[in-house]
């Protein structure tokens, strides 16, 4: 009965998800969105609803998990890797068309003016629109306007106050919300002000045909010109409408622009190299630290093995955001603890090479306590009637170490070592934030001596030339192929191990 009641609940709550969030997703034009949620909810009461289909009920969770949290999110990324979705380009070129018209409106002497509320269902904002002339209701959107039925709406003092389904904006959240042009048949109405908007005609005017914008006081023809990877339109002279442009497929453009723009690959050899030796130092080091303290913390003999461990791993309970701030402290050159303890002078972050040895022992101290961890599970796993033969065969303590518990630990954390390194290929948050991937040359601002892969490539695409989410998403791309490929290698390096046992 129970579990009838938990699968009941279960798929109750399911089904009311999607059924809440379908008027959201219609609203906002997700289609895709929408189908996706309902073939989940398909899925679960096709395997969950009946008795049949035994072996389903125990793939569907971890299928349905993979697909929408490894899968979506890699396709997705493959996609918005084609085109030039970025800053200036978030919208579609039909949207960019109505608002480089509606920008272009101007009031006329006679031009209607309405009292303004602004409303919000989902993502679509709704302009509700009352004629101050006339005191007509309309709701007016980026598709156009309509006539509103009073009695459909709450309407004080000259305003609409309430709309079934809509949630009335703030006069602060009407000043942060992005401004939106409703067409009408000689013009747009816009917003002026918090509480007003005025409907004017607009000087410039569309040829479909031709696919270009023509300004009917000057005359000037505005053709569709490509520029880089993005489209405007320009005239005669080159010169631009607007630097709006709009979201369009580049195909394999954002690849291409990787292998052979000079700003990326100057510096692209020299960052790789740093990037592995970044990420196989930090392991090694890691490993290697975390390893010997599990070995000596092994030992019988040794007392209060709960409290030394349960200090070190304090650097593992600590925030890394936390941990990386405060050590940026200690390696501050002229106030920092390491040198004033140490009575040294070293400019930890301002030097290439002591910059290195900063993000290494940084790291060093973020990541041994979880081999440490890992360490002391394999220690422990080791039969005692293994290291017991070794004595008795006359192996020393060291000696049984390297030739018995090392290759039986190592097979153990193998794994673990090479997902530590692909963590670390693209560890983003420690070069970020304790030396934001300089110190930098003036010759090249763009390249520091510490960036990494990862943090080179997000520079360069959301540095001053704003967001280009397009040419970030091929990178991540690429850096998923090369992470992939080298973890691919160490596995199979791996595979010699087994023959351990």
Known sequence: MTVLVLKVLGLGTATGTAVA???SLLAGRHY??????????????ATYATRRALVAKYLVPGCLLLVLFTVTPVLATLQLSTTNFGDGTRTTKEQTIAQLLGTSVVPAPDSPTFNLTVGKRGDLLTYFLVDRATMAAFTGTE??????EPRAVTIADGFVTAVPGYTMLTPQQVNEAEPIAVPTQDGAILRRGLREAFEGHTVLRYDAAADAIVNTDTGVRYTVQRQGDREYFVDGAGNRLAEQSWRADVGLDNY?????????????????????????GSVALTFVVGLAI????????????????????????????IS??????????????????????????????WAKAALLLLNLWLGFPYTFLVATGAL??????VREAATIDGAGGFTAFRRITFPLVLVAVAPLLVAGFAF???????VELLTGGGPFTPDNPDAGATDILISYTVRLAFGAGGARFGFASAIATLLFVITAVLAAVQFRATRSLEEVY
């Open 380 to 385: 422990q796993a080791i039969p005692a009637d």
């Open 294 to 321: 599990a070995v000596m913390l092994n030992d019988r003999r040794v007392r209060g093995q709960k409290v030394y461990r349960s200090i070190l791993l304090l650097p593992y309970a600590i925030p890394g955001f």
């Open 32 to 45: 895709g969105f929408l189908a996706a949620a309902w073939a989940v909810i398909a899925v679960l009461l």
């Open 256 to 280: 291409r622009r990787a292998f052979t723009d000079e700003r990326i690959l100057g510096g692209f050899l020299r960052i790789f190299a740093w990037t592995v030796i970044f990420a196989a």
């Open 143 to 148: 598709d156009g306007l309509r006539p509103l």
């Open 324 to 353: 990386i701030l405060v050590w940026s402290g200690f390696f501050n050159r002229d106030f920092g603890l390491i040198n004033n303890l140490t009575g040294l002078h070293v400019n930890w972050l301002g030097d290439p090479l």
């Open 21 to 23: 969030l379908t008027p």
């Open 424 to 430: 670390n290929f693209n560890n983003f948050n420690v």
